[in-house]
């Protein structure tokens, strides 16, 4: 067997450039995460990871199996909150053909598909108390039995845990099982929200505009200022949705501080009030660009570019259009709410609809909602 430089047993030893732990943000939490994960990357116990929910909890548990030995094998994912009770155990560990009433052939179970690989049980704190006593055995005699079956099946699987939940506060009020909560937090890994690492925001922004292609925006100081001092209750997620937004409503174009509240509002029938951190109202500073782009400037447009046929009014109608149609996608046809989107009254939006010829027929398409032009 060729000796490989880069491994201790049947671990490899990771170089501090490894691409794998290219965790996005200059934190020092983050790079505290990045530490952790080569120290547990290079052993098999079973790890924890906590934080609020939106932190980048399963991108960590991916970084962590990629680090890994078991790299080459399977990485699965289960959400133990998502999966209704009668089919947690199923999905879990399998079941036979004929067990239960729609079990028409046999089905291997999550702990053995992920077989040499990393299982991933995210939300574990919501994971019934019943099923918290299966797992535990599971993870005591490193075996599991099929529902239905009757053979014991060897497995080499490991486990990251992840929860957003304090389990402490569950073990108290007997909602977690202490012995389980020590078998899966061996090696705990914690995640301070957004708000806690603002030096992140920046980084990830880059990130996701390089993620989500299209465009590349841009924002003003000011409007970065705001951004960074904005709580985000939903974290990297919901950094992520505002990025997606802004990319759709201001595509080439420099976001101003005013022009922000129209990437957070949100519909008050789907938006919790705790959710609703409001934007600091001013800041201090300049208005230069910061770089999140690399397209063209306001000394671009060349004669190549507007030529003697260039039709300036033209143009400037197909653009409106353009904006028309991204605020009501993103206002899902609702006409106040993509007026508001665009800083116009409701009648204003409204003529400009019927001289554009838009109407609001939506049509469900793999769950979407799509403008049709009236022909």
Avoid at 185 to 192: A, N
Wanted: aromatic share 6%.
């Amino acid at each position: 067997m060729e000796h490989n430089p880069h491994s201790i047993g049947n671990a490899r030893m990771l170089h501090p450039d490894d691409p794998a732990l290219h965790l996005i943000g200059d934190s020092a939490a983050i790079e505290e995460v990045r530490s952790l994960i080569r120290h547990a990357a290079a052993t098999t116990i079973p790890v924890m990871i906590t934080g609020p929910s939106g932190c980048g909890k399963e991108v960590v548990a991916k970084a962590l199996h990629r680090c890994s030995a078991r790299s080459a094998e399977k990485f699965v994912g289960v959400n133990c909150g998502a999966i209704p009770r009668d089919l947690l155990e199923s999905e879990l560990f399998g079941h036979e053909k004929g067990s239960f009433t729609g079990a028409i052939a046999q089905r291997k179970g999550q702990f053995e598909d992920a077989s040499k690989g990393t299982l991933f049980l995210d939300e574990i704190g919501d994971m019934p108390f019943d099923m918290q006593v299966k797992l535990l055995r599971v993870l005591e005699e490193k075996q599991i039995e099929r529902i239905g079956g009757t053979q014991s099946i060897a497995i080499d699987t490991r486990i990251i845990s992840a929860t957003h939940q304090n389990l402490e506060e569950a073990i108290a009020t007997k909602r977690f099982r202490e012995d389980l909560f020590y078998r899966l937090s061996v090696f705990p890994i914690d995640i301070p929200a957004l708000k806690d690492r603002r030096e992140d925001i920046a980084p990830l922004i880059r990130h996701f505009i390089k993620q989500i292609g299209g465009e590349e925006i841009c924002f003003s100081a000011e409007a970065m200022d705001a951004l960074e001092n904005y709580a985000w209750p939903g974290n990297a997620r919901e950094l992520r949705n505002i990025v997606e937004r802004a990319v759709v409503l201001f595509p080439g174009v420099m976001i101003s501080e005013s022009q922000l509240s129209s990437l957070f509002r949100r519909r008050a029938s789907n938006a919790p009030t705790h959710h609703r951190h409001a934007l600091p109202s001013s800041y201090a500073g300049g208005g230069e660009v910061r770089p999140f782009r690399t397209t063209t400037d306001e000394n671009s447009y060349d004669r190549g570019t507007l030529g003697d046929g260039f039709d300036l009014k033209k143009h400037l109608m197909q653009e409106e259009r353009k904006y028309l149609l991204s605020a009501l996608r993103m206002a899902e046809g609702v006409v106040a709410e993509a007026a508001h989107l665009v800083s116009l009254r409701r009648t204003t939006f409204v003529e400009k609809m019927r001289r554009h010829k838009i109407v609001r027929k939506m049509a469900l398409t793999d769950h979407r909602s799509e403008l049709v032009r009236r022909e």
